[in-house]
């Protein structure tokens, strides 16, 4: 009995096995989620940059470390955006709180999120822009 060799891959084969399932995963799961009405999800940071499109949702998460939590609603700089919700997402980790903030894209234009902390001087600022 003989058997023939496999065909060479082909260039997306290839692309898939240098890439990984998990980043094709995550790729699409992104790509389906700006196409439905599902908040897209992001960790703020000390200076983000966010696009949004207006009737969409925009959730932030932010981590606090030691005491204290971020406050809610956050200011916020313009009327592009407006504050949805703030609730704690687990697990509980031992550094401290996390936050989830959600916001909803009103109008075109841009806003500036300033998360201010009941512990520390540090905030978060963030820029959301709506299209």
């Known amino acids: 009995m003989s058997t023939s060799p496999s065909p060479p891959a082909t260039a997306p084969t290839r692309l898939l096995h240098r890439i990984g399932m998990g980043w094709l995963t995550a ?5 389906l989620s700006a196409c439905s009405g599902a908040p ?4 703020a940071g000390p200076s983000g940059t966010f696009s949004l ?5 925009l959730a932030l998460r932010v981590q606090s470390i030691g005491p204290g939590e971020y406050t809610a609603p ?3 700089s313009s009327t592009a955006i407006r504050f949805v919700s703030s609730t704690l997402v ?5 550094a401290g ?3 989830l903030f959600r916001f909803k894209g009103v109008r075109s234009g841009s806003a500036i999120i300033t998360f201010q902390h009941t512990n520390i001087s540090a ?9």
């Open 53 to 57: 499109r207006v009737g969409h949702e």
């Open 74 to 76: 956050p200011q916020i």
């Open 97 to 99: 709180e996390t936050q």
């Open 27 to 31: 790729a699409l799961t992104l790509a």
């Open 123 to 131: 905030a978060i600022v963030d820029t959301v822009a709506v299209y």
């Open 90 to 94: 687990g697990p509980a980790v031992p």
């Open 40 to 43: 897209t999800a992001f960790n």
